[in-house]
C-alpha cells in the first residue's frame, strides 16, 4: 500500500507565493509524480509532472515560468513552488504517484488515468 499527504496549501494574495509538499509513504519502489488541482465545479487538470530520476519535468502551460516541481528521493518527497500565483490558480491541489520501471525511469506522466496512487489534496486560495 502506498499513501500520499500534501502539505503546505493555504490563502495567499494574488502575486504571492506559495510551495506544497508531498510525502510518500509504504511500499518502497521508484515512482513517477504528479500535481493536479481541481477548481470549484471544474474537473480534475494536470499542472506539473516529474520523472523518477528528478531529470524530466513537464508543466500545463498556464503555470510554466512560475511553479517549479521537484523532488528528493532520499527523503520521499516531491515539492511544487508556486510563484506570482493568481487568483484562477485556487484550486485544491493533489499528488499522484505511479510506479515506474527502469526503462521509464526518466518519463514524466501527464494525464490522470496514468497514475495509481493520489493524496487527499490540499486546498490552494488565492485572493484578489
Known amino acids: 500500500q502506498v499513501q500520499l499527504v500534501e502539505s503546505g496549501g493555504g490563502l495567499v494574495q494574488a502575486g504571492g507565493s506559495l510551495g506544497l509538499s508531498c510525502v510518500v509513504s509504504?511500499?518502497?519502489?521508484?515512482?513517477?509524480m504528479g500535481w493536479f488541482r481541481q477548481g470549484p465545479g471544474k474537473e480534475r487538470d494536470f499542472v506539473a509532472a516529474?520523472?523518477?530520476?528528478?531529470?524530466?519535468?513537464s508543466y500545463t502551460d498556464s503555470v510554466k515560468g512560475r511553479f517549479t516541481v521537484s523532488r528528493d528521493n532520499a527523503k520521499n518527497m516531491v515539492y511544487l513552488q508556486m510563484d506570482n500565483l493568481k487568483p484562477e490558480d485556487t484550486a485544491v491541489y493533489y499528488c499522484?504517484?505511479?510506479?515506474?520501471?527502469?526503462?521509464?525511469?526518466?518519463?514524466?506522466?501527464?494525464?490522470?488515468?496514468?497514475?495509481?496512487?493520489w493524496g487527499q489534496g490540499t486546498q490552494v486560495t488565492v485572493s484578489e
Open positions: 499522484a504517484a505511479e510506479e515506474v520501471v527502469l526503462a521509464r525511469h526518466n518519463i514524466v506522466l501527464q494525464t490522470n488515468r496514468e497514475y495509481h496512487y
Open positions: 516529474i520523472s523518477w530520476t528528478g531529470g524530466a519535468t
Open positions: 509504504g511500499r518502497s519502489s521508484s515512482y513517477a
